[in-house]
């Protein structure tokens, strides 16, 4: 059996009626609930950057954010809901960063970032680059569903090499987003190239739920307590509080997975 351990969800869209996520704050309460049932501390809310710089704003965020954590509060759910954001890699990135547009992971050293879905734009490299002399660390969203990654695995190694974090979708782990996908994610994983393990939830219940403790206990049985333990609770925590991680050097995929179905 599993032992019972604190969890940190660092990606999850359950701000309400900002993204793709909840749209009534009763949904984003139901899922505090059942997180608050899996034994998660905190969870990072990442809504798209692109919503809220285009609908919304920061303060806005902010503000429903504190309303988030009052309601929750007065259910009395002791899971407590972080500001970060999902941000998209384009060239306007680092600008955006020192506008106060893009947010770091609970406003620390550590930032979330979605590669484009399709497609291998020429600024990535030097964009992340540029992020990375801002003394920020570009943590990389879901990798494992990546088409970029799934084509060029070598590429995910180098951005890890470069001191770069990745964080896995738990569902990925145990099959939600097909065999294929788990099988990569199982892959990045054993070669010490996932780092946090986060729900990327959307709703509170149906293929988009929160479901950290399961992908917790998938990894266990994948790899053993002490990497489990890494992706849901060392790592996330260091990079909630803005400290520097301890990890094991990455390994280069085998080439012979280079091609892998793609699978949003």
Request: net charge negative; aromatic share 6%.
């Amino acid at each position: 059996m599993t032992k019972e351990i604190t969890l940190y969800d660092l990606h999850a869209h359950l701000l309400p009626a900002i993204d793709d996520g909840p749209r009534k704050i009763k949904e984003t309460l139901e899922i505090i609930r059942i997180s608050s049932e899996q034994g998660v501390d905190s969870i990072l809310a990442t809504p798209h950057r692109k919503d809220v710089s285009e609908s919304y704003s920061v303060d806005h965020v902010e503000k429903l954010l504190c309303e988030v954590n009052d309601r929750a509060s007065e259910y009395g759910y002791p899971t407590k809901v972080l500001l970060g954001m999902e941000n998209h890699l384009d060239p306007d990135l680092p600008f955006d960063i020192n506008e106060g547009r893009a947010i770091q992971m609970n406003h620390g050293k550590y930032i979330l970032v979605e590669m484009p879905w399709s497609g291998r734009p020429d600024f990535l490299e030097d964009t992340l680059a540029e992020v990375q002399k801002m003394d920020l660390t570009p943590v990389i969203a879901h990798p494992e569903r990546m088409e970029l990654f799934q084509k060029d695995p070598l590429l995910l190694f180098d951005l890890v090499d470069k001191g770069m974090l990745t964080q896995i979708t738990a569902s990925s782990v145990f099959g939600k987003f097909g065999g294929k996908a788990m099988r990569f994610a199982e892959e990045i994983i054993k070669n010490n190239l996932g780092h946090i393990l986060a729900s990327d939830t959307h709703m509170a219940t149906g293929s988009r739920r929160p479901d950290l403790l399961e992908g917790f206990k998938s990894v266990v049985r994948l790899c053993g307590a002490d990497i489990g333990n890494m992706m849901v609770n060392d790592t996330p925590r260091a990079i909630l509080e803005s400290l520097d991680t301890n990890i094991p050097r990455g390994q280069k995929l085998s080439s012979s997975h280079a091609t892998w179905n793609f699978l949003r």
